[in-house]
Structures are given as structure tokens and as C-alpha cells.
T-cell receptor, first 112, second 114 residues
Framework: GNSVTQMEGPVTLSEEAFLTINCTYTATGYPSLFWYVQYPGEGLQLLLKATKADDKGSNKGFEATYRKETTSFHLEKGSVQVSDSAVYFCALSSGSARQLTFGSGTQLTVLP | DTGVSQDPRHKITKRGQNVTFRCDPISEHNRLYWYRQTLGQGPEFLTYFQNEAQLEKSRLLSDRFSAERPKGSFSTLEIQRTEQGDSAMYLC????????????FGEGSWLTVV
């Protein structure tokens, strides 16, 4: 079956530090890959996505590249801000239903 | 476009009572999903509809859980005879098209069973 493994948190960084959150997956077929973000007290928001191998998703300074050879989709940002503090979820979708399978989430706290 | 709307946002109920959550998807979206999220975990898929047809319900947690989407628009998720283990956030999401494309989430309905 499908599964997503995320780097365990929590992660605490200083403002302007470099961020990497690791994500690897197991899936049948050719999944699409996503990063969702959940700010305190809010619902899940799509951050970025990639639908095929070697695609790079990017948004708000965040990037992730779909690596089929390593089954990975690591999230990176060159300079984090306090406002990036949130929980980040890696997810994949595949099959006819296209439902999402999520990782367990990584809590990021950015200190001023 | 007002996004995916869920009601109520918070519900406290006594063990053994029934609860119902409502979801209004984004208006042109034909697919509607229900997920459950417990503290410290990612959302877990429960069921989904394409228009009014419930195409996957094997992931519903027990026969106490049921969902409907009678006219292919809003949906309800009912939990009968609630148990303390049902305490969680119930998320609704929707998407458009056969392939699903991007799935948009509501803000969730928090359930606390006491």
C-alpha cells in the first residue's frame, strides 16, 4: 500500500536559516506528491505539488523536487521567517480515487 | 469562491450520543472527501464521493460511521454512539475533475467526546 515517511519534529530554527524537511514515500503506480501546511488554528493549505518525476514544485520561497530514483520529495527553503512557523505535511495521491495519504507532519518553529 | 465550509467547528458530546457534521464543498467540485486527524498525526482518509455516489467507504472506522451526499452538493458525516476514541478533528475536502487534481480542505470540525 501507499505510505509517506516524514522527518520527525519538532524543528526549531532561527529566522533566515535554511530549512530542509525530509519526505520519502512508497506507492504503487505513479503518484502525485504534495506538501500541505497547517498554521495554528487553521485548516490544511496546499503549499506546492509535483505530478511527475523530476518536476519541481515551488511557492512562497519553498521548493521540492520529485525524485523517483530515491522516492523522495524533500521540502526546502533558503531563508525561513517567523511567519513560516506551522506544521508541514508531505502527502501523495494515486489510484482512481486520488485520495491523499499523509505523513505524520513536522512541526516547524522559527524564532526571531 | 468561499472555500470548503464545515459546520460545526467544535462539538462536545457525551459518550453514547450521535453527532453529525456538515460539509459544503467548493461549488463546482464534484469530488468530496472526509478525513480524520488526531493530535500529532496526519489526516487519515475515511471516504469519498464523486457527485452523489459514495465510491469508497471501506476506510470508515466502524459501522458507527456513515456519510451521505444526497444531491451531489453538501455532505454529512454521522457518528453514532460516540466513544472517547472518536475525539478528533474531522476534515472535509473537495476537488474537481476525474483525476482529482488539487484537493482543497476545510478548516475542520473538532469533536470532543466526554
Amino acid at each position: 500500500g501507499n505510505s509517506v515517511t516524514q522527518m520527525e519534529g519538532p524543528v526549531t530554527l532561527s529566522e533566515e536559516a535554511f530549512l530542509t524537511i525530509n519526505c520519502t514515500y512508497t506507492a504503487t503506480g505513479y503518484p502525485s506528491l504534495f506538501w500541505y501546511v497547517q498554521y495554528p488554528g487553521e485548516g490544511l493549505q496546499l503549499l506546492l505539488k509535483a505530478t511527475k518525476a523530476d518536476d519541481k514544485g515551488s511557492n512562497k520561497g519553498f521548493e521540492a523536487t520529485y525524485r523517483k530514483e530515491t522516492t523522495s520529495f524533500h521540502l526546502e527553503k533558503g531563508s525561513v521567517q517567523v511567519s513560516d512557523s506551522a506544521v508541514y505535511f508531505c502527502a501523495l495521491s494515486s489510484g482512481s480515487a486520488r485520495q491523499l495519504t499523509f505523513g505524520s507532519g513536522t512541526q516547524l518553529t522559527v524564532l526571531p | 469562491d468561499t472555500g470548503v465550509s464545515q459546520d460545526p467547528r467544535h462539538k462536545i458530546t457525551k459518550r453514547g450520543q450521535n453527532v453529525t457534521f456538515r460539509c459544503d464543498p467548493i461549488s463546482e467540485h464534484n469530488r468530496l472527501y472526509w478525513y480524520r486527524q488526531t493530535l500529532g498525526q496526519g489526516p487519515e482518509f475515511l471516504t469519498y464521493f464523486q457527485n452523489e455516489a459514495q465510491l469508497e467507504k471501506s476506510r470508515l472506522l466502524s459501522d458507527r460511521f456513515s456519510a451521505e451526499r444526497p444531491k451531489g452538493s453538501f455532505s454529512t458525516l454521522e457518528i453514532q454512539r460516540t466513544e472517547q476514541g472518536d475525539s478528533a478533528m474531522y476534515l472535509c475536502a473537495s476537488s474537481f475533475g476525474e483525476s482529482g487534481n488539487t484537493i482543497y480542505f476545510g478548516e475542520g470540525s473538532w469533536l470532543t467526546v466526554v
